[in-house]
């Protein structure tokens, strides 16, 4: 059986751009998008307070995850990989 990889996301605060969704492979994260005019205003707040309890991450944790699964050839949008059915990719 192979292995499968899976992509989620979660939405977190970024040093440089406030809130953003952040993607992780397993664990690793590897980008992210904005969220700017993407979330109900109804859910904002409850989405804000989860985000606040988070890590705080900074572009270079982005660039240094994207980076290592560049190296080991896992990069979800650049590698071809086994993920895991409910895996969520950045559009």
């Known amino acids: ?15 440089t751009e406030g809130l953003v969704k952040v993607y992780f492979l397993n664990g690793l ?16 707040s409850a989405i804000i307070n989860k985000a606040r309890k988070r890590y705080v991450f900074s572009p270079e ?20 990989i086994d993920l895991d059915e409910t895996s969520q990719l950045p559009s």
Request: hydrophobic fraction near 35%; glycine fraction near 6%.
């Open 61 to 80: 944790d982005i660039y240094m995850g994207s980076s290592y699964l560049l190296e080991e050839g896992l990069h979800p949008l650049l590698d071809s």
């Open 1 to 15: 059986m192979t292995d499968l990889y899976k992509v989620y996301w979660e939405y977190h605060y970024l040093k």
């Open 29 to 44: 994260p590897f980008t992210w998008d904005e969220v700017e005019g993407e979330v109900d205003t109804s859910e904002l």
